[in-house]
């Protein structure tokens, strides 16, 4: 019958032969640790780092398999070991710079074999009697997995808690200095680029996305990031973008162009559905950064005013008139009812003549173009086109710009502009066409 390795173990001469061993490794301690070093970056390239972080690797190398031999040789309780500063400021480093934790977790895997190696050829090489290198190979693997596993336990703390306090920290350096940024004074556009780990000096587009309802979700954050990831990557933009939330509904971003000087706000077309968007123009360096996030804000101004009917995103270009004069709800309305007349009334039926118009309008006055947009019989196009100018009271010629850019702001803006109205029978003439 086997003999009972915890028996084997316990012994006395077991625990020397171990701590000589032990101490036969220490004397070749620079060599254990060369070995173990350059194991994990062979076997982990993500390791490879620039020279202060090698080094600081290095060092947690050799702490770890320096405290490893110092609890075989003299008989240390695990209980009271702690990790090594290097190995814990190593860990550190590590998650500052988003390197994953598995990375980390995987060098003390390669690191526990690589020792594991030199300790057990020592260990053949001191002890003859197949029964004690057996149990001394049982007592080693212990001490070494047990000092793994808990450096590891201590390592994933270390590095959590270095990655949370960095995030925090990073996110409030970016937020200033965006604050800076859009504040308009000078700026060190270096310094700004590696805060924001965001080139400034090619084009950009500013973005505002929001949900409607903030408790619909646990974590609505999350969800607006990953709705811009989504446009950049439908945008193809050649970066990450800048995110910044604002509050847990809503939050601000920068979309990377490159040198691409145009944007097609169609990328937000997919991806949730909840998730709403407003675009500035591309816009090129600091003070085109600054330009299209005011641009964003003004066009998500327009969204918010529109209501439910708005589209879900919004570009600037499209609103930039009526962007600008909700700078007063109360002249914008009076100027609309003005402008409109008996065309402002806020009812289906004038509400089908003022889109009518509007195409008419935006298509150079054809009416074959604006039956085919609206897809409407040619005859329903005049018919409507008709009882519109009816509604003016004047013809379309003598203001035809402002009765455009009112019609654009009725379009948008709904109720909120229009003169409400009675109910209005529908003219069955109309229908006929």
Request: aromatic share 6%; proline share 4%; glycine share 8%.
């Amino acid at each position: 019958m086997c003999k009972n390795p915890q028996v084997e173990i316990s012994r006395p001469t077991v625990a020397e032969l171990m701590a000589d061993v032990a101490a036969a490794v220490a004397r070749r301690g620079a060599a254990v640790s060369e070995d173990v070093y350059e194991a994990i970056l062979q076997d982990i390239p993500q390791l490879s780092d620039d020279k202060p972080v090698l080094t600081l690797l290095a060092s947690s190398v050799d702490s770890n398999v320096d405290t490893c031999l110092q609890i075989m040789q003299h008989r240390i309780d695990l209980a009271a070991v702690r990790a090594p500063a290097a190995a814990t400021e190593y860990a550190r480093r590590l998650a500052q710079r988003g390197t994953p934790l598995t990375a980390l977790l995987r060098a003390y895997r390669v690191g526990h074999v690589c020792f594991s190696d030199w300790m057990l050829k020592e260990l053949a090489r001191q002890a003859g009697d197949a029964e004690m290198i057996s149990a001394a190979t049982l007592s080693m693997s212990r001490v070494v997995a047990g000092y793994i596993d808990q450096t590891s336990e201590e390592m994933v703390v270390a590095y959590a808690q270095a990655r949370e306090n960095w995030l925090r920290n990073r996110s409030a350096a970016r937020a200033a200095r965006i604050r800076v940024l859009l504040a308009g004074g000078r700026i060190d556009a270096g310094a700004a680029e590696a805060t924001l780990g965001y080139r400034l000096r090619q084009y950009h587009v500013g973005l505002v996305c929001w949900v409607g309802d903030a408790a619909s979700a646990a974590d609505e954050i999350n969800r607006l990031e990953q709705a811009i990831g989504h446009v950049a990557g439908k945008a193809a933009c050649p970066g990450e973008p800048v995110f910044l939330p604002r509050d847990e509904s809503s939050a601000w971003a920068w979309l990377p162009l490159g040198v691409q000087d145009t944007f097609d706000p169609a990328a937000a077309a997919e991806g949730d559905a909840d998730v709403r968007f407003a675009f500035g123009d591309a816009a090129k360096g600091a003070a085109g950064f600054r330009l299209t996030h005011r641009q964003a804000l003004a066009a998500q101004a327009v969204a918010l005013a529109a209501g439910s009917h708005a589209p879900r995103a919004v570009a600037f270009g499209e609103v930039a008139p009526i962007a600008m004069m909700l700078g007063s709800a109360e002249l914008l309305r009076s100027w609309v009812l003005g402008t409109l007349a008996g065309l402002a009334a806020d009812d289906e039926h004038h509400g089908g003549l003022r889109e009518t118009l509007l195409v008419f309008l935006q298509t150079g006055g054809s009416y074959k173009t604006t039956a085919e947009q609206l897809m409407l019989h040619k005859n329903t196009v005049q018919y409507r086109i008709r009882k519109a100018k009816e509604s003016l009271g004047r013809p379309v010629g003598e203001n035809r710009h402002e009765v455009e850019l009112a019609l654009r702001a009725s379009h948008w803006l709904g109720s909120s502009v229009l003169q409400p109205a009675a109910g209005h029978a529908h003219d069955p003439r109309e229908r006929a066409h």
